[in-house]
């Protein structure tokens, strides 16, 4: 069991990987976790750590408004675990850093396309990308996914 944390904001910058981003997750998923920030940017988190962190701001129980990830190794497997965890409308963020991640134009769209109809998440950071930047290929995935996309747009992500 964990004691409740108190502390607004934590940075930690140690290379812990994905398998300290997984004891993250569990602390950060408690209901007796407080915490509303957390800087985990240069901590070489990659997709399995992304998914754990994903899962734990999904549950409904995480109280994080502020989460960055940039500069880590999360590609488009860790990236389709942020969209799972926004759409399910549990999520606490309002402010999500991915950028300086290996994702492609592809899933940084999706990602924008999911946080325009988020609820709670208002600003997700990586580099700018529009329709135009995506490959054929890119264009067949958002096609076969179900949200909805505006195409004239140019997202922050």
């Known amino acids: ?33 407080l915490l509303t920030e957390l800087e985990l940017g240069g901590n070489r988190i990659g997709d399995e750590g992304a998914r ?3 899962t734990a701001i999904g549950s409904g129980r995480c109280a994080l408004t502020m989460l960055r990830l940039n500069e880590n190794r999360i590609g488009d497997g860790g990236a389709c675990y942020f969209v799972a ?9 309002s ?10 134009p592809c ?4 990602i924008s396309q999911a946080l325009r ?14 329709s135009q930047q995506l490959s054929r290929e890119e264009l067949k995935v958002l096609l ?6 505006r195409w004239t747009d140019v997202v922050q992500i």
């Open 1 to 33: 069991m964990f004691a409740p944390l108190m502390m607004a904001h934590i940075w930690i910058d140690n290379r812990i990987g994905d398998e300290g981003a997984r004891h993250i997750a569990v602390a950060i998923g408690s209901v007796k976790c």
């Open 52 to 54: 754990h962190i994903a």
């Open 85 to 93: 965890a926004i759409e399910n409308g549990k999520c606490s963020l």
């Open 95 to 104: 402010l999500l850093w991915l950028s300086v991640n290996p994702m492609s």
């Open 107 to 110: 899933l940084k769209f999706v």
């Open 117 to 130: 109809q988020s609820e709670s998440v208002h600003t997700v950071v990586m580099k700018y990308v529009t």
């Open 144 to 149: 076969s996914l179900s949200l909805t996309y």
